[in-house]
């Protein structure tokens, strides 16, 4: 009978679940309308880097010499990438207690005859960080922890707008 009762409290909530379509979170997969790009990315930029494995992972190729760019089916050309960090709050002695962190980062995306697909786009992550002078290194790991972040929305965010180019 124990094992009878132990059985069904393991398999019902297990056949509940796949009953009603859960299923975990995979990996994002998009469309493109285009096998190839040419990145214009700067060589050091952290946005780039990781644009580059998760595009080529969703099996774009992405071409990042001058001299390929004309072999690519579309140009990605990178306006901006900036980070920025505002103070917003201070304390009664003058002290920072509190940061807005900011990543802006603007693109367009062309052919290579310089046909317009995506007309210039701004994407901006904004994160707010509590300071502490007394806490500077663990606030300065924080720091960089939230702009990974923010730096890993605007990649996928960017794929998601590249995905929605349907036709060259």
Known sequence: MKIQRRTLLIVFPAASLTG?????????????????????????SPIGVDFKRQATGQGLTILDEAASANAAQVVLRVHQEQRERVVVGTGVSGQVNALQLRVRFRF??????????LDE???????????????ALAKEAEEQLLYRDMQQDIVQQLLRRLSAVKSL
Do not use: D, W
Not at 20 to 44: D, E, I, V
Not at 108 to 117: A, N
Not at 121 to 135: C, D, F, G, K, T
């Open 20 to 44: 009603c379509g859960f299923q975990l979170r995979g990996k994002a997969s998009y469309g493109y309308a285009f096998q190839t790009l040419f990145s214009g990315f700067t060589p050091n």
């Open 108 to 117: 367009s995306l062309l052919t290579t005859q310089g046909k317009i697909l």
């Open 121 to 135: 786009v701004e994407i901006l992550q904004e994160r707010e960080q509590s300071y502490s002078e007394s806490a």
